[in-house]
């Protein structure tokens, strides 16, 4: 099980980042994503409701219009990857964001036995 702090703390940890540092944006979409995760609304992670909470998309916004959470998302993903294979690197905690999915998957790394 993972703890509720150390998801906080790893969180706070890649927003820190200078990956992140500068985009409010990006931090917001991890912040609400993996807030709602923590509140077991994993349900409620869909793209219209980032849209309207995250990027302050009114509530007539149209996702099949506006992409704007799509390309983020895939923006988000890039950011995190590019986290572990530098600073982050030797983090056991990832949180990860499967294409196709809003949901971040919070996991622990596994380390290979030598």
Do not use: C, N, W
């Not at 906080?8 to 994503?33: C, N």
């Not at 849209?51 to 959470?69: K, L, Q, S």
């Not at 030797?90 to 809003?102: A, M, N, V």
């Amino acid at each position: 099980m993972i703890s509720t702090d150390s998801i906080h703390f790893q969180v706070t940890r890649i927003k820190g980042h200078t990956l992140f540092i500068r985009s409010a944006r990006m931090q917001r979409f991890l912040d609400f994503t993996v807030a709602q995760y923590l509140a077991g609304k994993t349900d409620e992670i869909k793209e219209y409701v980032i849209g309207v909470e995250v990027f302050d998309r009114p509530v007539t916004h149209d996702p099949r219009i506006d992409p704007i959470v799509r390309v983020e998302a895939r923006r988000l993903r890039e950011k995190l990857r590019a986290f572990y294979e530098s600073e982050g690197v030797g983090d056991e905690l990832l949180i990860e964001y499967p294409t196709g999915s809003y949901v971040p998957r919070i996991s622990l790394r596994i380390r290979a036995v030598a």
